[in-house]
């Protein structure tokens, strides 16, 4: 074992409690140990972030969601746009510290047609770094909201429900925070802290994310005739993202707080082999250049926040707006898709400390 290694080792050692206790004092000491390097990492200053209270919150939570997707066509110069039926989900919640557990239901589709939609959002704050984790699967609640460069004008058809697009979505986002000292990432989001003063911070990441677009174009020549032209059956692809941006709790008055939050992302899309042609390629392409470029290309995705919160450390209301855009390319094809999700809550924190 090297010099610096040893040294290492012993630093380690004498900073770990002594576990010479009883047997029943052993369990207490390694938590006493965790929490005291959890004080470390997670250290703040006091005069712009309110220490939490409480353990725990109950909310009721409701969230409004809504998608849009657009196709385009660089040669023939046409576009179209499609927009998912808005969805309301209501119910409660349970948080305990860094944890946010419940279940919604969709109050504006009960005893209608099912609606083929998977969704599901997981995110961690903490003062250092938060981690977002989504899936999304829409299936049959697509109508056509615009179209552009078409000879035979496509407006009587808006507003007409298809089910010819189908798109899922899952992806990690996890950023870290600049200036954790001063700025709460929790106070606009976990609402167990508070932020005092206002404060902002430079915030950078990571983020991959899988996609995949399937349009099954006899479907949707029947249900909106003369929609045909951009010629895309499958979008199948992997992205890989490094993110920058910036972050702004704004303190108007004691316990009411304003949050911006705009981090634009550049990334590296690759397409999937399944649905790539090699035909798509110029004759004589080089392999480097076969997987590069022609199976991936650089872009930028956009991820923005706002929230307003009112809270006193016991109770609190609030409302935020979360929208993801992600753009790919593909020669002559491009696409679009954003989701937005909007949602308000309102609680009570108890379990206090």
């Not at 290694?5 to 576990?19: Q, R, T, V």
Request: net charge positive.
């Amino acid at each position: 074992m090297s010099k610096k290694s040893l040294i290492l080792l012993l630093l380690a050692c004498c900073s770990l409690p002594a576990f010479t206790q009883t047997e029943g004092g052993k369990s207490h000491a390694v938590i006493d140990w965790f929490r005291h390097w959890a004080r470390i990492y997670n250290n703040y200053d006091t005069t712009y972030i309110e220490p939490d209270r409480y353990h725990m919150t109950a909310m009721l939570h409701t969230i409004e969601g809504s998608e849009w997707f657009t196709l385009r066509n660089k040669s023939s110069h046409q576009s179209l746009t499609f927009a998912s039926h808005p969805s309301l989900r209501v119910g409660p919640h349970v948080g305990w510290h860094f944890l946010l557990l419940g279940y919604n239901v969709d109050v504006l589709n009960l005893g209608k047609e099912k609606v083929k939609k998977k969704e599901m959002e997981v995110s961690i704050y903490t003062n250092r770094f938060g981690a977002d984790f989504f899936y999304r699967k829409t299936g049959n609640d697509f109508s056509l909201r615009s179209s552009r460069g078409y000879a035979h004008a496509l407006d009587p058809f808006e507003g007409t429900r298809t089910d010819a697009i189908q798109s899922s979505l899952i992806g990690l986002n996890l950023y870290f925070i600049a200036n954790h000292r001063h700025f709460s990432l929790p106070a606009a989001h976990r609402l167990l802290t508070r932020q005092r003063r206002s404060a902002g911070t430079w915030k950078y990441g990571i983020s991959i994310t899988k996609h995949d677009i399937h349009i099954d174009h006899d479907k949707l020549s029947t249900q909106v005739p003369g929609a045909t032209d951009i010629q895309a059956e499958r979008i199948k692809y992997m992205d890989f993202g490094l993110s920058g941006g910036y972050a702004y709790n704004w303190v108007p008055r004691q316990g009411w707080l304003l949050s911006f939050d705009l981090a634009p992302s550049v990334g590296y899309r690759r397409a999937d082999r399944s649905v790539w042609s090699d035909t798509a390629m110029p004759e004589g392409t080089s392999p480097f250049k076969k997987g590069l470029y022609y199976r991936g290309n650089f872009n930028a995705d956009m991820t923005a926040r706002i929230g307003m919160v009112w809270n006193n450390t016991r109770n609190y209301v609030g409302i935020s707006l979360v929208a993801h855009t992600f753009n790919c390319r593909q020669h002559d094809l491009t696409s679009n898709d954003t989701f937005i999700t909007c949602k308000f809550y309102t609680g009570i924190n108890f379990w206090k400390r």
